[in-house]
């Protein structure tokens, strides 16, 4: 599913911080990287791109979808069927099991069929990142590391078309960081997802078709050719 | 609903704490209003039933309480002829009541059985009246807290347990049990006037039957019992007619009847004819001062817990800020969050009602012990 913002612009109300996208498109099934200094807007951007926010000006496409001309309970709805998101501190709920926690946007979401395939789809997403004997643990029994990998399988578990990854290895060690990487990347790819992820970890880079540069609450993408930057379009604030 | 199951059970203890915390602070002022409810009902329905007590002058209340509830309480007795006197007026009948003495702590209540229960609409559940001086009728409470039945000995309290020159114990067989009636006779033990006047002393046997751990000593005599080998040779001494009842429940045979019966009384200095409905009214009226006290009290500290369990919920709610937008990102409605989290609230304060409810009514069935 492709993501397009066109001439978008949203302001805080409370700081008066505004971001500018001139013109960006993530093709379907490509994997974008969001890049820059803390506090451009890199988290107001994924935002956006998922309907949290509205543009004060310009408009959002997911796939055939005008995302920022919906309203919020049809923008609500998009987001559960259509994107899966894994932030940037493991926000599961202490009070479920990691069964019940990868399952959640079954449980808070009628249109989705809770049924026997959803919930070995489960088990088969635990088994692909080494969670699969530990389905009944209590959360709080388990490494930062393992609730990472909790969190990914709760944003692939309902079939996305878009995941939607907010600095999900910042609080990891490196040797946790890659390791949970290459499984969301393999699960990825394995479906076929659209992934935009925020990330500060320059090494990573590799792993991404292209990148979205955050500078002075301006957006821009470029293909990402080996450290090369390529400016496929932007714009100034 | 799922959700709210597996946070309460995940937080159970917290949940259980903040629903007893409710559930007491409902059930105090449930149970209290309850309580005074039933007592208003129960002590207002026999008063109502009881159209004139006479007795000493004194303290209406005792007279009234002790008569009516048989509540010790010490009050002045008048002469047993006072009966006779107010039957010979011929427009009411009289039964006399002697309340001064106990058995296994339940009031023995001298009276002339028939003619009591007759007034109450009472009678027997098992066995009859007593057919022999000595012997007694139990109400039903008193059967069941002491496992005792028809053919059962119950002995009377000693009276004065520093005084041994005073008359024994009396075990007294038990010939009839009452059917229950919610009211004082249920907690009653109920003898006639001659064995109330046995127990005091005032009539003994020549030859009775004594019995103790060496009934061959005097000393060692633990207690009387009148069989009917000895029932014959029992007498009082002294003129009957001025051996001591502690009140005489009237029954005018007309309005006409009650104001002579109230207004001959009640200008003595001697005597008083009371109606019990009035007396308790006054009685009541207290209470239900003190009671309306309480319940501005009881709303001081429901508000104080209110504020208590609202501070809890916020705290509760700031804390689980980052649990509401994580859910609201992933797509999860705000109004569903609400309900989520108003159902987890009022499953507690749901259990907190269940809880009053329950203990209102553990209050309500123990009620006859704890007043």
Redesign the interface.
Same mark, same amino acid.
């Given at each position: 599913m492709e993501i397009e913002l066109d001439k978008v612009a949203y302001q805080y109300p409370d700081n008066g911080f505004c971001l500018r996208v001139p013109s960006l498109v993530v093709p379907g099934g490509s994997r974008v990287a969001v890049v820059g200094p803390s506090g451009t807007g890199k988290t107001t951007l994924l935002?956006l791109m998922?309907g949290?926010l509205v543009p004060d000006e310009g408009s959002v496409h997911l796939g055939d979808h005008t995302v920022s001309s919906l309203h919020d309970?049809a923008r $609500?709805?998009l $987001?559960?069927?259509h994107?899966?998101?894994v932030?940037q501190?493991v926000?599961l709920?202490?009070?479920?099991d990691v069964r019940?926690n990868i399952l959640?946007?079954y $449980?808070?979401?009628r249109g989705l069929n809770l049924n026997a395939e959803a919930m070995a789809r489960a088990a088969e997403l635990a088994r692909a990142v080494g969670l699969a004997d530990k389905l009944d643990r209590r959360i709080d029994r388990l490494s930062q590391g393992e609730r990472q990998r909790v969190g990914v399988c $709760?944003a692939l578990v309902h079939r996305p078309a878009v995941v939607l990854a907010d600095e999900p290895t910042s609080a990891l060690d490196p040797g946790t960081a890659d390791t949970v990487l290459d499984e969301m990347f393999s699960l990825v790819e394995s479906q076929g997802n659209t992934l935009v992820m925020l990330t500060h970890d320059r090494s990573a880079l590799d792993r991404f078709e292209r990148v979205i540069y955050i500078d002075d609450g301006v957006a821009s993408i470029a293909e990402h050719d080996q450290g090369s930057r390529t400016l496929l379009s932007g714009g100034g604030g | 609903m799922?959700?709210t199951r597996?946070?309460l059970?995940?937080?159970r203890g917290k949940a259980l704490l903040m629903g007893l915390a409710v559930g007491l602070t409902l059930l105090l002022p449930a149970s209290v209003t309850l309580l005074v409810e039933r007592y208003n009902a129960e002590l207002r329905g026999r008063a109502e039933a009881t159209p004139l007590v006479l007795g000493s002058k004194g303290n209406r209340f005792d007279l009234v309480l002790q008569s009516l509830y048989f509540r010790s309480g010490r009050i002045e007795t008048l002469p047993v002829v006072m009966v006779k006197e107010l039957e010979a007026r011929g427009d009411c009948e009289a039964i006399p009541l002697h309340v001064q003495y106990s058995a296994e702590g339940y009031p023995v209540v001298g009276t002339r059985i028939d003619d009591y229960l007759r007034f109450r609409s009472n009678g027997y559940a098992s066995g009859g009246p007593p057919t022999l001086l000595g012997q007694a009728v139990i109400g039903s409470e008193v059967a069941r807290v002491l496992g005792l039945g028809v053919g059962d000995l119950l002995t009377s309290d000693q009276a004065n347990i520093y005084d041994i020159s005073k008359a024994m114990p009396l075990k007294m067989p038990i010939a009839g049990v009452l059917v229950p009636t919610g009211s004082a006779d249920d907690r009653a033990v109920f003898v006639s006037l001659q064995t109330t006047w046995v127990i005091a002393g005032l009539g003994h046997g020549h030859d009775i039957t004594v019995h103790g751990d060496e009934a061959r000593h005097a000393a060692a005599v633990t207690y009387a019992l009148i069989t009917p080998d000895n029932a014959d040779r029992f007498h009082f001494h002294g003129d009957e007619s001025t051996f001591p009842i502690s009140s005489v429940i009237v029954l005018p045979k007309s309005t006409k009847a009650k104001t002579l019966i109230t207004t001959r009384y009640n200008s003595g200095q001697r005597y008083q004819a009371l109606e019990p409905a009035g007396v308790m009214d006054e009685l009541m009226g207290l209470v239900l001062r003190v009671k309306r006290l309480m319940d501005a009290n009881l709303l001081l500290v429901g508000l104080a817990m209110a504020v208590m369990l609202g501070l809890v919920v916020m705290l509760s709610l700031r804390l689980r800020a980052?649990?509401r937008?994580? !859910?609201?990102?992933?797509?999860?409605?705000r109004w !569903?969050i609400v309900k989520m989290q108003a159902a987890e609230i009022g499953a507690v304060l749901a259990g907190g009602a269940l809880l009053a409810t329950a203990g209102a009514g553990l209050v309500l069935w123990l009620a006859p012990r704890l007043v």
């Open positions: 935002n998922a949290v309970t $609500r709805r $987001r559960l069927q994107i899966g998101f932030f501190t926000d709920l202490d009070y479920l019940d959640l946007p $449980r808070i979401n $709760r | 799922y959700l597996r946070y059970s995940h937080n980052a649990e937008a994580t !859910l609201h990102r992933i797509g999860c409605g !569903l």
